[in-house]
């Protein structure tokens, strides 16, 4: 039987290219969800899927007094179901401006954060499309199901790649969250920003921006950066390994 839809192109994380572009393809998968209920369906009950994975996964981490902020980050800005539609916009809005205005760590990070979010929901789209490809009616998704989607798209050009890359950019993220931290005088221009952020109707982006900044920043000051960010390393990693088996 032919495929219904034709999966995404999976780039490499470099590939996706400014803020502004990055951010097309997030927008190009949103709109073919919209013509698509039962894609749009699925895709939501992936995402519940994964996200219910990784409080099962970092139970223990999202109780520590120290690492369980940070993991609840991840939980709710990268691998959350919720609708990033709103941020998005706001983020697209001001892209060139954070480009031009900003200063290049910070650039460099928000670019990265775009560039990440398109891959991920690159990965969603063939992991949604092939479900549907290859579901029964009203079937739920489970391990094995899920595992069974992941396989048969192993030998999809560039998706074992890119679920690696996944998991890289997620942790260089998190270390460049944390070193914008000793930016002497960046917190306070977040701050700042809060009021007209909020009068432009970019409340969403400030609040991703100073949650990042804060939730790192206590890492840092405890000293658990390092640590959280091997436990991810290491749990994710058996988690590609297991799914690729």
Request: hydrophobic share 45%.
């Amino acid at each position: 039987m032919p495929r219904m839809l034709t999966l995404p192109t999976i780039r490499n994380l470099e590939a996706y290219g400014t803020i502004a572009q990055a951010l097309s393809v997030v927008e190009h998968l949103r709109k073919q969800r919209h013509t698509h209920p039962e894609l749009a369906k699925r895709t939501e009950s992936l995402r519940q899927w994964q996200a219910q994975r990784f409080r099962n996964t970092y139970t223990d981490v999202l109780k520590d007094p120290h690492m369980g902020p940070a993991a609840l980050f991840f939980l709710t800005e990268l691998y959350s179901e919720q609708d990033f539609s709103k941020r998005d916009a706001q983020f697209a809005r001001i892209a060139g401006a954070i480009e031009r205005l900003f200063p290049q760590a910070v650039v460099q990070t928000a670019t990265l954060l775009a560039k990440l979010h398109a891959l991920s929901e690159t990965l969603d789209a063939c992991m949604a499309i092939q479900w549907l490809d290859q579901a029964k009616e009203n079937d739920d998704l489970n391990l094995n199901i899920y595992q069974s989607l992941w396989q048969s798209l192993m030998n999809v050009p560039g998706y074992a790649q890119a679920r690696q890359q996944q998991l890289h950019a997620t942790q260089d993220l998190g270390l460049q969250l944390q070193r914008h931290t000793k930016v002497p005088g960046l917190r306070f221009m977040l701050t700042m920003m809060r009021a007209p952020a909020t009068a432009a109707g970019l409340q969403d982006l400030q609040r991703f921006l100073e949650r990042g900044f804060d939730t790192f920043g206590q890492l840092g000051k405890a000293g658990k950066v390092p640590k959280f960010l091997a436990i991810v390393s290491e749990r994710e990693a058996a988690w590609l390994a297991k799914m690729a088996a």
